[in-house]
């Protein structure tokens, strides 16, 4: 029985942007091509990475074969391996990941793109790919002809390419999987059982839509949705400002401290509904989104669910059991993510809202074990002010005398990651030492402060 693969494209798709300025570049480097400045270029590149493919800028790359003529293909492919190790810093943060689990579901994992073979070959080796299709450029005498080598690997030119790769490899086309930004992928993705868009273009976004294809957009995580490039953190951006907050006072420090990309868990107490903004105030100064792992109530919670999903929280159904959430934190964290969450897992209610010590889930911990990613504590001390567990929503008539939240940023936590109960002491002592000396007083609450700390009833 034959069996499905899955296609990926490459501009657009597995990589940001297009490839041809940076091929171009190494070329050029290498000394194979001249060093031309062609007027309008750079508009049509910038247009292609913005807007994606059209029929001018295919039409170029077909013309690009007698351009060629008369280069050497050993010559090409050593400045495409150049070029690879730029192009590999380009991959879309989960690509790999959803590489890996084609290749663990057993599938013939496929290149197919328009880029010329000898280009792209490079690349294919470091994306570990099982075999590319790609248009081939036809060799006589040691250099390139100026012409093709079988057909021009784009529209239904790629589709017809795939259904021969297919054929020759016991692949059943309808069984399997196709992934593209292109609107002119259509013939393919329509081929295909398993049609996906990613960052689709215009048209294509419109053909998804209308034949409920599903979209996926590999610079973020799955479920977050992006237009033109934009996701809802961009949109949300204005509210990630503490000035989008006049009912409370934000007095922060540290900030610095958290990185500014690259993976990394960020820890905090949990004292309010309000610490979902505070958080995401304070990550959103170092300029990029935060991904909640939050338990189902946060995300019901009126104004911060909302917020929390759209910004790409992750969802944790309390006493289910599944280590789903902490998978898909993981996966979250090794795409480069921001991952925070609250490892005491809830509200302290009553007397133990005000015990000075705080005590954790291994959630945290178990998450460090598993991806070494930085674990960097928060302290946050009067959230409560703001949004007491008893009301259901916040206090906005504070705008007058606005309370203060203070908030620390503390260097990220030394962990053992042997040790998930004494890594998760080890994390929760670090969020201790960044509250406020009055933090560590133990005192006799008022019966209306202990109401504060309940439910809604």
């Known amino acids: ?107 013939p994992v496929v290149l197919a793109t328009t880029t010329p073979y000898d280009m792209v070959a490079p690349l294919a080796a470091r994306l570990e790919v ?35 790769w297919a054929s020759q490899h016991d692949v059943d086309v309808a069984e399997s999987w196709a992934y593209s930004d292109s609107f002119f992928d259509v013939p393919l993705l329509s081929a295909v059982g398993h049609p996906v868009a990613v960052n689709p273009d215009l048209r294509l976004q419109a053909v998804a839509f209308v034949r409920r294809w599903p979209v996926r957009h590999l610079d973020a995580p799955p479920g977050v949705p992006k237009v033109l490039g934009v996701e809802p953190f961009d949109l949300l951006r204005p509210f990630l400002n ?23 868990i960020v820890v905090a107490n949990h004292r309010s509904y309000f610490d979902v903004a505070t958080m995401a105030v304070t990550v959103g100064q170092a300029g990029r989104p935060i991904r909640f792992l939050g338990k189902a109530e946060v995300f019901d919670a009126p104004v911060i669910g909302p917020l929390a999903r759209a910004l790409g929280g992750i969802r944790v159904e309390r006493g289910s059991g599944s280590d789903e959430p902490l998978r898909a934190a993981a996966e979250a964290i090794e795409g480069g993510e921001l991952v925070a969450l609250m490892p005491q897992g809830t509200i302290p209610r009553g007397e133990a809202f005000f015990d000075p010590v705080l005590r954790g889930k291994w959630g945290a911990a178990r998450l460090a074990a598993m991806t070494r990613a930085p674990v960097i504590p928060i302290g946050l001390w ?29 260097s990220p936590v030394p962990l053992d990651y042997t040790d998930a109960e004494a890594d998760t002491d080890a994390i929760m002592a670090a969020i201790m030492d960044l509250l406020p000396p ?20």
Do not use: C
């Open 1 to 107: 029985m034959a069996r499905g693969a899955a296609f990926f494209d490459l501009d657009r798709t597995l990589l940001r942007k297009a490839s041809g300025p940076v091929l171009t570049e190494a070329l050029v480097q290498a000394g194979v091509a001249p060093d031309r400045h062609i007027p309008g270029m750079d508009l049509v590149y910038r247009l292609n990475d913005a807007l994606g493919e059209s029929a001018v800028t295919m039409g170029l790359a077909r013309m690009a074969a007698q351009v060629a003529k008369g280069w050497a293909p050993d010559a090409v492919r050593a400045a495409a391996e150049t070029a690879a190790d730029r192009l590999s810093d380009d991959v879309v943060p989960y690509a790999r990941q959803l590489l890996d689990e084609h290749r663990k579901a057993g599938r």
């Open 242 to 264: 503490p000035a989008a907050y006049p009912y409370a006072r934000f007095d922060i420090a540290g900030a610095d401290r958290i990185p500014r990309s690259g993976p990394v």
């Open 130 to 164: 099982d075999d590319v299709i790609a248009t081939r450029y036809s060799v006589r005498d040691g250099v390139y002809t100026g012409g093709l080598e079988g057909p021009f690997v784009w529209a239904r030119g790629k589709l017809s390419a795939v259904r021969d």
């Open 382 to 410: 009067g959230t409560e002010k703001v949004w007491p567990r008893s009301s259901r929503l916040p206090n906005l008539t504070t705008v007058v005398h606005p309370p203060s939240i203070q908030v620390r940023v503390g």
């Open 438 to 457: 009055e933090s560590r007083e133990r005192r006799e609450p008022s019966p209306e402060e202990l109401a504060r700390t309940l439910p809604p009833s």
